[in-house]
Structures are given as structure tokens and as C-alpha cells.
């Protein structure tokens, strides 16, 4: 029950196409759902979250899109470019507890120039 | 203002040796998580500090072990290594009692190696 499920394992998109990661969870106490990007050798960098109140949330050309009922969440990456290449993480936090970040297994993304 | 920085970037152990990893956490902050990223994997929660305590803590045996400091950086202590031990090592801080606690920054990670 304290599983993330995400996917694709991989995906490769040309320069200007909508790369969309999935994400799914169990745990009905989950309240907090980030994403979160991260470059070989480097630590996650924190991208956007939203939190289950809302069913989207928009910065810049990130977006997720949120369906409580249905317990996923997904990331979508607007007009992609080569620099957005990098692995993709999605989190899940009961934030009535100690904030435990529970990860998905990642996303490796290529955008082909 | 400085981010989540941790020292050292690499290291490199022979199993059975005992390590220690250091992590400041960033300006202003002060909840420490350590978690482990294996290859190709997302991180798995160690354990958390708050207020020079663990307070939480993940599914890794009695060999990891940490501590936090009065000033919130904290550590975190691997005994008796194991080739399975290899892996990157991230520190995250965070702001207890603020609804922007449930926000966790990383660091940019230790590199170990366990030959």
C-alpha cells in the first residue's frame, strides 16, 4: 500500500512533443504529490506538485493533471526540448505523518532535437 | 541562499569498513531525510531528524544509523559494509511546522562504492 507505480519505464519524444509520465498510488492518506527531475550524477530537483484539492496545476510548460477517484496523477511536458532530457520521479507524502517520501521508479526521458 | 549540500561527492570502501556522510541542509531549514539510491532506482527513505532525533525511520537494518546536530546538519553512519551498500546517498532538508514542510530539497548526493 505504500507503493508508487509509474510509468513508462522509458520514453523517447522529437523536440516539441508532450511526454506524459504516470503515476498511480494505493494509500488513500497520501496527500502531497511532486515530481521531481533528475540529471545523472545530480540530485532530484524539485519541478511542481499538487496536492489533491486541485485536479490540475500548470508552471511554465509543466503540468499535472490529478484524479483523486481514480488514485493517479500524471505529469505532462509542453513543447519538450532537448534539455529536458534527464530521469523523471514522482512522490507521494502523507504530510499528516513525518513527510516520507515515497518515489516512483523514475522515467527516463529523451527529447530528440 | 545556500541549498542542501553534502560532502563527500564520492567515496570509495572495501566491505566490512564503516563510513560517515555529511549533509548541511538548506539556509532556514530544519528536518533532515537521508535516503539511498540505488542504480537505475528511486530513492528509498532511510530515516528522518528532527530536532536532533529520529523520528521516523525506513525499512534499512540497525547498520545505518545518523545523527543531527543543534545546528540541524546531520549524518549518516554505515557499518559494516556491504557490496549491496553501493549506491547514491541523498540528503534532504525541509521546515517542520510550515504547510511547506511536506517540500523536500535535495542535495546533489555521495557516490558510494563498496568494493
Known amino acids: 500500500q505504500q507503493q508508487v507505480k509509474q510509468s513508462p519505464q522509458s520514453l523517447i519524444v522529437q523536440k516539441g512533443g508532450i511526454p506524459i509520465i504516470n503515476c498511480a498510488y494505493e494509500?488513500?492518506?497520501?496527500?502531497?504529490f511532486p515530481w521531481y527531475q533528475q540529471f545523472p550524477g545530480k540530485g532530484p530537483a524539485l519541478l511542481i506538485a499538487i496536492r489533491p484539492d486541485v485536479s490540475e496545476k500548470k508552471e511554465g510548460r509543466f503540468t499535472i493533471s490529478f484524479n483523486k477517484s481514480a488514485k493517479q496523477f500524471s505529469l505532462h511536458i509542453m513543447d519538450s526540448q532537448p534539455g529536458d532530457s534527464a530521469t523523471y520521479f514522482c512522490?507521494?507524502?502523507?504530510?499528516?505523518?513525518?513527510?516520507?517520501?515515497?518515489f516512483g521508479t523514475g522515467t527516463r526521458l529523451k527529447v530528440l532535437a | 541562499d545556500a541549498g542542501v549540500t553534502q560532502s563527500p561527492t564520492h567515496l570509495i570502501k572495501t566491505r566490512g569498513q564503516q563510513v560517515t556522510l555529511r549533509c548541511s541542509p538548506k539556509?532556514?531549514?530544519?528536518?533532515v531525510s537521508w535516503y539511498q539510491q540505488a542504480l537505475g532506482q528511486g530513492p528509498q527513505f532511510i530515516f528522518q531528524?528532527?530536532?536532533?532525533?529520529?523520528?521516523q525511520r525506513g525499512n534499512f537494518p540497525d547498520r545505518f544509523s545518523g545523527h543531527q546536530f543543534p545546528n540541524y546538519s546531520s549524518e549518516l553512519n554505515v557499518n559494516a559494509l556491504l557490496l549491496g551498500d553501493s549506491a547514491l546517498y541523498l540528503c534532504?532538508?525541509?521546515?517542520?511546522?510550515?504547510?511547506?514542510?511536506?517540500?523536500?530539497?535535495f542535495g546533489p548526493g555521495t557516490r558510494l562504492t563498496v568494493l
Open positions: 512522490a507521494a507524502v502523507s504530510t499528516s505523518g513525518t513527510y516520507k517520501y515515497i
Open positions: 539556509s532556514g531549514h530544519d528536518t
Open positions: 494509500n488513500t492518506a497520501f496527500d502531497y
Open positions: 534532504a532538508s525541509s521546515l517542520e511546522g510550515q504547510r511547506c514542510a511536506d517540500t523536500q530539497y
Open positions: 531528524y528532527y530536532e536532533e532525533e529520529e523520528r
